[in-house]
């Protein structure tokens, strides 16, 4: 769910025009006014514009955030987790506001300009908090994963079965987890960090399955089936 918002927050930086957002075309001619106050009339025209546009698109990401505020209750997370993700939309809610002071406050294109400088820094901090949030949401569920890792050899090893080379994988999971859990605490988890964390699960996985391929009880031929062969 977190990921797919988090595109639909991005499609509106896109749609606000980031890349160049001060291009216009050519002036056309205005009858009875000379050359000055045409330009002058356009260009308030363009400004006007241009700024509604950005103060419209951060309208789009408070709404965004809105949402998910709304819906951070009812996500299957931990306590832990919610608080950090809650303390994230904070930041994020505090960084649209320092945006829409920013565009707000702009009276001409040079001033806007300068203000989209400040905004696009901005940005790279939103953008930060956004992919920190789905990252949170991808450790919950390999954390999920690697509680019923350890079920699974605890059942296995009741039944007499060699497990410790599927611990061995466990552990190994487990401290990357721990690992990443620290770095969203500190707000330096990576793409990476969780790349590696989902490997480490994978071969965990890989190596429960294989166990109880290998120990697998063989069927017993039905009395129908012996008869038959006889």
């Known amino acids: 769910m977190l990921p797919i918002l988090i595109l639909m927050a991005i499609s509106p ?8 957002p001060f291009e216009h075309a050519g002036i056309p001619p205005i009858p009875g006014k000379n050359l000055e106050e045409k330009k002058s009339e356009i260009q308030e ?9 950005l103060l419209n698109w951060t309208e789009k990401l408070e709404r965004w955030i809105s949402k998910m505020e709304s819906k951070v209750d009812t996500l ?3 306590e832990e987790a919610k608080a950090r993700i809650e ?8 960084i649209v506001d320092e945006m829409r002071a920013k565009i707000d406050s702009a009276t001409n294109f040079a001033e806007l300009r300068n203000a989209m400088k400040d905004v696009r820094m901005l940005w790279a901090d939103l953008s930060k908090d956004m992919r920190l949030i789905a990252f949170e949401h991808a450790v919950y569920q390999l954390e999920k994963t690697i509680d019923r890792l350890n079920n699974t ?3 296995l090893s009741g039944k007499g079965i060699d497990v410790s080379k599927l611990r061995e994988k466990i552990g190994t999971a487990e401290e990357k987890l721990q690992a990443v859990k620290g770095k969203l605490d500190s707000g330096t988890a990576t793409a990476k960090d969780i790349a590696e964390l989902k490997q480490a699960v994978k071969d965990a996985f890989r190596e429960a399955k294989e166990l109880i391929r290998e120990n697998r009880p063989m069927p017993t031929p039905s009395p129908t089936a012996t008869t038959a062969g006889a």
Do not use: H
């Not at 930086?13 to 160049?20: S, Y």
């Open 153 to 155: 050899a605890n059942e």
């Open 76 to 78: 299957k997370m931990s």
């Open 45 to 53: 025209k363009l400004f006007n514009k241009t700024k509604e546009r």
């Open 13 to 20: 930086a896109m749609a606000a025009g980031f890349g160049k």
């Open 87 to 94: 303390k994230r939309i904070q930041d994020m809610e505090k």
